[in-house]
């Protein structure tokens, strides 16, 4: 009650910001008619003399974000981070906005002369919102596209980059040519980034030079160069999956020519709810093939039809619990379909391991069965009873193509070519399929969406649907969200739910109510959840003599010609979730008189977002419409989450399954299971952020260590450092500090110190009564560093440095990918600790501490190992090399390896250190033993990477 009063009286949230706005806006439009009477010269000039204006105002800030960037540079927590990266970003924000009513008015004027596109109110409110760093919710239709033109252009003019991502290499193509003219005009680069090549925008190209709207898509505006040129684009059109991998791909070049990206500084994500929710679940991750055997997939496919499975609900599993009712007596395994989850009941254990001939499943050498077992159970197992199932199902979660097992995105409805699910699900749905199965992969890089868009300096966003997951944007990426108002009212009517018992009753009620509208003229779109449903619904409109489309992931490729009819007069469309997004169905003539386009949804989505999106297809910019869903009590959403009530009301108010239910109750029960149903998936999607959150500081570390690499040509004071290091940990370990010389393990520390630099000490050349450790690491010191200079001297220093970059750089990929290949097997197993009463996340970051120290430590020891065993053609030899060696990196290809054994400088020990060679000079402050590891663990260096 008091929060409706509050907002009687100040408006609500929305409202406020937009009254915010509306002084900022009228400025603008105050300037259009001076800016009108410009010269095209003249508005041409006004780039330059906006950029001048930014560079004058950055001296006011010059010193505040010096500070800031020196502040977060050296920033250890999350927390801390966000809050300097929230004042950089105000901070620039003021130095841009002391010109933003100027460039927006010139970007409207600019948009009418080359486009003939004029900004309503609504778009400069939306390129303002964009500029904060916030989300725009604007409803379909209302021209995204064009507002983003007005914040890129001003934040363009910064020289650093903006980045506009789109949902498909379509749309990224499509903009670039749509916009280009007005970027163009201003004297902005344009870059488009596609899967396999890309482009700068050249309106010379055209045999006129000039730009025309009906050859918006042919491709004659775009001019092919290298990735690099585009990225260098003052604005750079591109899919959220090529910006991620090429992220990942600059983070394995071997050198630094090889790498696209400039510093990530402003991104606009079109599609923001799809790109930053939907695909969140899903990181990006560059494979290689791993070395398992795919036949355990083939034996597990053979043994799944002999068990015997049980589908259950988790609230059956609680009330049976409360009764004492066994579920799982008499079955092998049972399927927890709302969690999607599957484990094997001790008779079923019993039977695998009979089946298979182990003698325990779960041992550390048997359990790789297990897990097979399971996935294949996912993709294969049905209830014994009622043979619902499996949790994966052919043409909803994946379709058969050219011997292929391909996802279907579950929020699109399209394929999606090249993705694989991990952990040998897809193998195991490969073996259902009866297809070649693909050999598992090993993770070489990886990055969730979530981290590498909040790597940006700045963020923002536009979607149709972002208001119902405001909360996860803010909690997640910082994000506000506005919901920006229509240019025109709308007018669509959107009519309740009505629901029956049965799908087969449901869907001859939605037969009957398409043939009755298509009489009467009007286009229908037709909302399906799965390519299954699309071709069911189909049928059924076949044998009724009604004509209609489908559009799903199978005949993707007619998708604008679908598009382009779907809104014809009597025309009847079925699409699954494929033209809920970024399409917009224009009317037919009169259509409009007859109450325009009607969308029937025969499903709801898991997230009300996707219902949202389909009902947007109607009504657009002012036409009328209308929508209606038409729901069946075995629909997934209502048998897992919402049926029960229903179902109840149903039965003893003795409806028969031909008589549908429609009231608003029912629609606020079913919006109420949404709810619930997008809350459950927010803490999945802030659970998986929780572990991946452990594994990108790591990954920052590494990153920023091999990118140091790359940028200095001279890596010899890093490599005598870690010499040193190398030296005095040996040292400690064998040496300690009060022990008497007859008690030093001198073998012990021959034998670790010989694995690594080809020096050996002899016990009998020890004058143990005289010498002290201080003159033992000094001789050791100076035979070490003799062995690296003689070596230098050998093949030049100019190959020295060469040798040295690209040892560290094979050394901390190699390392690097056997430390992701640690934590993928970690996280298979993981959750199993909850069982021991431990919590999952705090074993998650404890192992994964202890395997990042580890790597730690064995990246100075392998490199510098390495670097005394490599010997390049050039090099004197004593010996042909016992064994040779291959690497990942091509240029190894010249070099060899040889033995340190017979190949080592035996320092002369007495007690008198022998004349040395210059002392080395450190660069920096040597890093004290118990001062804090510089690789960010929190643990002292000792402890660290300084062991």
């Not at 193509?173 to 902005?188: A, C, K, N, S, V």
């Not at 090249?418 to 009866?434: C, D, T, V």
């Amino acid at each position: 009650m008091l929060g409706f009063v509050l907002r009687k009286i100040f408006g609500t949230k929305y409202e406020r910001d937009i009254k915010q706005l509306k002084p900022l806006i009228e400025r603008i439009n105050a300037l259009e008619p001076d800016i009108s009477k410009l010269s095209d010269e003249e508005l041409r000039a006004k780039t330059e003399e906006f950029r001048s204006r930014i560079k004058e105002k950055e001296k006011e800030f010059e010193e505040e974000i010096r500070e800031l960037r020196k502040e977060l540079s050296s920033a250890v927590s999350p927390k801390e981070r966000e809050k300097i990266k929230s004042r950089l970003k105000e901070t620039r924000n003021k130095i841009l906005e002391s010109i933003l009513s100027e460039a927006f008015a010139v970007v409207r004027e600019v948009g009418k002369r080359t486009i003939n596109m004029r900004h309503f109110d609504v778009q400069l409110i939306g390129g303002v919102v964009l500029h904060q760093g916030k989300i725009a919710e604007m409803a379909t239709g209302e021209g995204k596209t064009l507002v983003a033109t007005l914040n890129a252009y001003l934040n363009g003019l910064t020289g650093e980059g903006v980045h506009i991502i789109t949902v498909n290499d379509y749309l990224a193509r499509r903009d670039t040519e749509w916009m280009g003219p007005i970027y163009h005009f201003l004297g902005l680069s344009m870059g488009c980034i596609q899967h396999d090549k890309s482009f700068l925008f050249d309106l010379s190209l055209s045999e006129t030079g000039k730009w025309e709207s009906d050859k918006v898509g042919s491709g004659i505006y775009l001019r092919p160069v290298s990735r690099q040129e585009a990225y260098l684009a003052d604005v750079t059109y591109g899919t959220n999956n090529e910006f991620g991998f090429d992220y990942l791909r600059d983070n394995m070049a071997i050198r630094l020519e090889d790498r696209v990206q400039r510093k990530l500084n402003y991104a606009i994500v079109d599609e923001v709810d799809s790109i930053l929710i939907d695909e969140a679940r899903t990181p990006l991750i560059i494979s290689g093939p791993a070395e398992e055997s795919t036949d355990k997939y083939f034996i597990v496919n053979k043994l799944i039809p002999g068990l015997k499975g049980r589908f259950i609900l988790e609230e059956k599993e609680k009330e049976a619990k409360k009764e004492g009712i066994d579920l799982e007596k008499g079955y092998d395994y049972i399927v927890d379909e709302k969690a999607g989850t599957v484990k094997l009941t001790e008779e079923g254990v019993k039977k695998c391991e009979k089946i298979l001939g182990v003698s325990n499943l779960y041992d550390d050498m048997q359990s790789e069965w297990e897990h097979h077992i399971r996935q294949a159970l996912r993709a294969k197992g049905r209830d014994f009873k009622t043979g619902a199932g499996p949790l994966f199902k052919r043409d909803r979660h994946y379709v058969v193509k050219d011997g292929q097992v391909i996802i279907v995105d579950d929020f699109t409805g399209r394929l999606m070519p090249g993705r694989r699910w991990s952990e040998g699900l897809h193998q195991a749905i490969e073996a259902k399929e009866n297809v070649k199965i693909a050999r598992e992969n090993q993770t070489l890089a990886t990055v969730t969406f979530q981290n590498y868009f909040r790597m940006y300096d700045k963020l923002a966003g536009m979607t149709g649907t972002a208001a119902t997951e405001a909360e996860e944007f803010n909690e997640i990426y910082k994000l506000d969200v506005v919901v920006i108002p229509p240019n025109k009212s709308l007018i669509r009517y959107q009519w309740s739910d009505v629901i029956y018992k049965t799908e087969e009753e449901k869907f001859k009620a939605a037969v009957e109510e398409i043939i009755k509208l298509h009489k009467e003229g009007r286009p229908v779109l037709v909302g399906t959840v799965s390519i299954e449903k699309s071709e069911y619904l189909s049928n059924l409109l076949r044998r009724k003599g009604i004509p209609h489309e489908v559009l799903n992931a199978k005949n993707h490729e007619r998708e604008a010609h679908i598009v382009a009819q779907a809104g014809q007069r009597s025309s009847v469309t079925i699409s699954t979730n494929m033209a809920g997004r970024g399409t917009d169905i224009v009317l037919g003539e009169a259509v409009a008189q007859m109450g325009g386009l009607h969308v029937l949804g025969t499903e709801r989505h898991e997230a009300r977002r996707v219902d949202n999106q389909l009902r947007g297809r109607a009504g657009r910019q002012g036409d009328p419409g209308s929508s209606r869903f038409y729901l069946a009590l075995q629909d997934d959403l209502m048998r897992l989450f919402g049926s029960d009530r229903i179902s109840f009301i149903m039965d003893k108010l003795r409806i028969p399954s031909d008589q549908p239910i429609e009231h608003a109750l029912v629609t606020r029960a079913i919006t109420t299971a949404q709810k619930r149903v997008e809350q459950r998936n927010f803490e999945i999607r802030k659970h998986l952020l929780e572990y991946d959150d452990v594994m990108e500081k790591q990954r920052d570390y590494i990153y920023r260590r091999r990118r140091e690499i790359l940028e200095k040509e001279d890596q010899s004071q890093t490599i005598k450092e870690w010499m040193e290091g190398i030296l005095d940990s040996a040292l400690d370990t064998h040496i300690p500090e009060k022990a008497h010389p007859e008690d030093w393990d001198i073998e012990g520390l021959n034998r670790e110190l010989g694995r690594i630099f080809p020096i050996a000490l002899r016990k009998e050349d020890i004058d143990l009564s005289r010498i002290t450790k201080e003159d033992l690491q000094k001789t050791l010191w100076n035979a070490t560093l003799k062995s690296y200079q003689e070596k230098e001297k050998k093949i030049s220093p100019e190959s020295m440095r060469a040798l040295e970059r690209d040892i560290m750089l094979h050394i901390v990929d190699s390392r690097w990918k056997d430390h992701l290949y640690n934590l993928d097997h970690l996280k298979e197993g993981i959750g199993l600790r909850a069982y021991g009463q431990r919590d999952p996340l705090i074993e998650y970051k404890h192992e994964t501490f202890n395997y990042f120290t580890t790597l730690c430590e064995a990246i100075p020891q392998e490199t510098i190992g390495l670097l005394f065993k490599v010997r390049l053609p050039g090099e004197a030899r004593e010996r042909e090399a016992s064994a040779k060696r291959h690497f990942v990196h091509q240029r190894y290809s010249t070099y060899d390896m040889a033995e340190a054994k017979g190949e080592v400088e035996q320092p002369d020990i007495k007690g008198e250190p022998e004349a040395k060679p210059p002392p080395f000079k450190r660069s920096g402050k040597k890093i004290g033993r118990n001062e804090p590891c510089p690789c960010g663990s929190g643990k002292k260096y000792k402890y660290c990477c300084g062991k």
